[in-house]
């Protein structure tokens, strides 16, 4: 039987070829589609107030956030847009669970839609 269409290898290309060695271009050229927001969680505490160092296996995980980068927000059934209700640099407050984690050269980012997020902080 004769077959129609020729199968081509795909090539795969890794991100480092993609984009230069510097860890924050794979950040800069990722633009979530839609409702998603992309956050960068903040480092929790290691220390306690009296100066004790607490061990890492101790350490909660922080529910705070910075938003890296947000798509341009929902579509409705009509084909309107409704914008999004946070911006690049707004500190927000995550779910215990859920979200994408994204890995970027030891940098953990979480992809969330915008509906999960818990609250927006007002930061003067």
Known sequence: MLSLFKKTPTKKYPLAQLFSTNKTDLIKAFEPLFDRVLVKRETAEQRTKSGLY???????????????????????????????????????????????????????????????????????
């Open 54 to 124: 607490v061990p890492d296996s101790m350490v909660k995980k922080s529910n705070q956030g910075e938003v890296i980068a947000t798509g341009t927000g929902r579509i409705t059934h009509d084909g309107k847009v409704i914008p999004m209700s946070v911006k690049k640099g707004d500190k927000v407050l995550l779910p215990e669970y859920g979200g994408i984690e994204i890995k970027n050269f030891g940098d953990d980012y979480l992809l969330y839609a915008e509906a999960e997020l818990l609250a927006k902080f007002k930061v003067k």
